[in-house]
């Protein structure tokens, strides 16, 4: 399965900074993803991120608030813009394997705190 | 549409068997199952296409019914080490989680 070095692993960052979020894959692939996590909750998705094209976001997100680049088929960065404490969560990507028997892995995460 | 788990929580003892369950409103062509320990990424588990046989790893498999757009994850004597939380996920070019099972296992 695919490798992904995220970084950083976690920050505390001052209300109305910004931060941005790198994920390197050890391995080409079409579509990475973008998730947050509450401490207790599910992982919910922020956008997809198609290399040469504009990501895709989901509902209650927008890219103003999380712009998303992806300059190559091994790199995205996710910037979490004008922060405030309720973007405090852990922000993981992922990329779907490939292979017969394939599922999703994930960067270990990025743990926000926001004061 | 998030898929809906069952129960929210599990408490069991070392050796004792788990089923959690996941279903959904909408039809299913895959459903991926994921564990997650405090502190650390999920884990890929396996996925149930649809038309696809069981599977299963280690003692841990899972059923899909494409029918009752369901699938549930089976925890036979079990082990401290599968304590975590799991997730299903449903969807076809993108996942979309439930809101999770809570294991633990007490020795």
């Known amino acids: 399965s695919a490798v992904i070095s995220q970084k950083p692993s976690r920050d505390i960052c001052q209300r109305g900074t910004s931060l941005t979020i790198q994920c390197q894959v050890d391995?080409?692939?079409?579509?990475m993803f973008w998730y947050r996590q509450q401490p207790g909750q599910s992982l919910t998705l922020i956008a997809t991120?198609?290399?040469?094209?504009?990501?895709?976001?989901e509902s209650g997100f927008v890219i103003d608030k999380f712009p998303i680049s992806r300059p190559n088929l091994t790199f995205s960065t996710l910037t979490v813009s004008n922060m405030s404490p309720e973007d405090s969560s852990i922000y993981l990507c992922?990329?779907?394997?490939?292979?017969?028997?394939?599922?999703?892995?994930f960067g270990s995460g990025t743990r926000l705190t926001v004061v | 549409q998030q898929p809906v788990q069952s129960p929210q929580a599990v408490i069991l003892r070392e050796g004792e068997d788990a089923v959690i369950n996941c279903s959904s409103s909408?039809?299913?062509?895959?459903v991926h199952w994921y564990r997650q320990k405090h502190g650390e990424a999920p884990v890929f588990l396996m996925i149930?296409?649809?038309?696809?046989e069981q599977k299963g790893h280690e003692k841990i498999s899972a059923s899909f019914n494409e029918k009752k757009q369901q699938s549930s994850l089976y925890l036979t004597a079990s082990q401290l080490s599968y304590s975590g939380t799991y997730f299903c996920?449903?969807?076809?070019?993108?996942?979309?989680f439930g809101k999770g099972t809570r294991l633990h296992i007490l020795p």
């Open positions: 391995s080409q692939v079409t579509m």
């Open positions: 909408k039809a299913l062509y895959s």
């Open positions: 991120a198609n290399q040469g094209s504009e990501a895709t976001y």
């Open positions: 992922s990329v779907e394997d490939s292979g017969e028997d394939y599922g999703y892995t």
């Open positions: 149930l296409l649809k038309g696809g």
């Open positions: 996920g449903t969807g076809d070019d993108k996942i979309i």
